[in-house]
């Protein structure tokens, strides 16, 4: 083990949850914190470097997409699952625990898990972060208020901590910010690990944004330290990987093989996923990425074959294959179905059957109203936990075929709705939300990823919108449409002065990041590390030393 420093500067307790705070951030779980972030730094440091290395060696051209995965000879299978790992047919998602009410209600919910979130679904304000880890505690204790009184009765909770690229601000070990997701982890497990594994019910995990297998091997690493560290059973840990990076789809059997003894599965992410794409080659005019509510669906060859090469890699090693979220809801003020509500509900089961068609073995919704109808597709379609017995014929999916963007343009629909979401999800993560709704369907990181991704692709290249003759994309026409939709939202919201000045604000935000020479990597690393976010959710908070 490496020398472990004492030296551990942390934010003091948000305003009203002194109680909390204390519970959470006991010496014995600071200390666990500095030995986990002083073990596993410089490993995440050298990823860190990697990705950029990787980014330089693609802005050459140097990179050729092509399948390098050196596990895809070798006979191996993951660990056998736990019993109630086995069917995972449906996940509540980006539910974040800061959230109670909404926490709570999950846990009483007939779904097999929910994605607690502290990644996509969750804003990381200091109170967020604090509120949430100390849910998770009570939850997992049978102590949180309203919750169900048998843990055992819980759906599983899969743990999504932040990614790599996000940094907690308010945590300094030894002179430098911590890296978020050291920092989630480490306080999770230190509460948690123990009890979950007791009662038989974790600790399992969702890891995102995953870019190549070092990044697994290191939360391999990661989870077998903490084992031993911990003194769970090796193998306790779980995890199914979201594979929603462009480079990753790759990788996937090395990814999985990486992690084969805390393995669960991996996870298709559409919008984070096509967002990569833009990310990775968006300079490119082959790669341009057409409207996406009119273009962009599980039924284009690019997403289809990328689909079919993870239940193929997932089920020949004995892993389960699962699809993304469901964005949709139901009107609000509802507590039941309504005839009216029909086609919402049909919309998803249509979607998702593609998923369960090609052999997935899961997926995520957000709304809880829909789960009854969804377990009744479920029912309908399969008989068994899971598809591990379906394996899609690979044989002519190509690497290149995996960046096969389909042809079709630009709408001025689909232009305004990315610059709705994406200004909108900066105005409410400037309030300390990780999500919104709007226009029938709930909004998160991943599609303002994408959304922000294609307006800035879309005024780099000049887009032509195609039912607009002459028109093409400038920032000068999406200066405009923000105006508009701002002014739109003063005369339909009833709109405070703050409230003003933070919209203000996310327009110029959101016209910086649309508008820079070269791309920026996450949305939420931008937001997260600004000026205007820090300054507005942690003003007060001062540093308590632990020395």
Known sequence: MKNCPSRILIESSPHRLESAYKEVFTDAALDFLVELVSEFDQDVDLILQNRVKRRVLLEQGDWIPEFKNHSEKLEWKIDELPQRLRNRKLDLGDVSPANTVHFVDCLYADVQGIQVDFDDGHCPTWRNTVLGLYNVAKAVQGTLKGAPADVRSYPLLMLRPRAFNMIEHHCIINGKEVIGPLFDFAILMYHNARTMVELGIGPYFYLSKIEDPSETELWNKIFCWTEHRLDIPKGSIKACVLIENILAAFRMEDILYSLKNHAIGLNCGIWDYCASIVAKFGKREKFLLPDRNKYVNMGQPFLRNYMRLLVNVCHKRNALATGGMAAKVLPSGKEKLE??????IEAVKLAKSVEIDAGGDGFIIYDLRMVGAINELWEQKIHTDNQLNVIPNVDRITASSLLQIPSGGVTITGLNNNITVALLFIY?????????????????????????????????????????????????????MLDQIISNAYRLWCITPPDRKRLLSSKYMLLDIISTRNYIEFITTHLNDGHKFRTLHNKNDGLMAKL
């Open 428 to 480: 409410h993560w400037l309030t300390g939300s990780g999500i919104f709704f709007l226009n029938g369907s709930v909004e998160d990181s991943a599609t303002a990823e994408i959304s922000r991704s294609q307006l800035w692709q879309w005024i780099r290249m000049g887009a032509i919108i195609e039912d607009t003759e002459g028109t093409f994309v400038t920032r000068k026409l999406v200066y405009q």
């Open 339 to 344: 005839l009216s509500d029909e086609h919402i």
